[in-house]
């Protein structure tokens, strides 16, 4: 079994910054991409960024040059750096880790969500 816990949600104002967190754990032994999705109330599920194990990033474009994806390959933790936040980036944020391998663990997990609200 794999957890995915996520951290660093909250209520900020719009230009405002947040750092969410998403740490990993259970018997693993590596982990191919950890990325971010995000819900909006009424809205589909939808990538907001992800990243391999070995550094590369894809965002969506709605986020490129305002959000940063990083990851701690030795923890197993995975961040979020949110900036220039706007009211459309309100939404339930899950972590999400793919390619898992580990003992008796592997394949795909999903994170419980954390809530970002940005006020207009």
């Known amino acids: 079994q794999v957890q995915l816990v996520e951290s660093g949600g909250g209520l900020v104002q719009a230009g405002g910054s947040l750092r969410l967190s998403c740490a990993a754990s259970?018997?693993?032994?590596?982990?191919?991409?950890m990325g971010w999705y995000r819900q909006a109330p009424g809205k589909q599920r939808e990538l907001v960024a992800r990243?391999?194990?070995?550094?590369?990033?894809n965002y969506a474009d709605s986020v490129k040059g305002r959000f940063t994806i990083s990851r701690d390959n030795a923890k197993n933790t995975m961040y979020l750096q949110m900036n220039s936040l706007k009211p459309e980036d309100t939404a339930v944020y899950y972590c999400?880790?793919?390619?898992?391998?580990?003992?008796?663990?592997?394949?795909?997990?999903w994170g419980k969500g954390t809530l970002v609200t940005v006020s207009s």
């Open positions: 259970g018997r693993i032994l590596g982990i191919n991409t």
């Open positions: 990243i391999t194990s070995g550094g590369s990033t």
């Open positions: 999400t880790v793919a390619g898992v391998v580990g003992i008796g663990v592997g394949g795909e997990y």
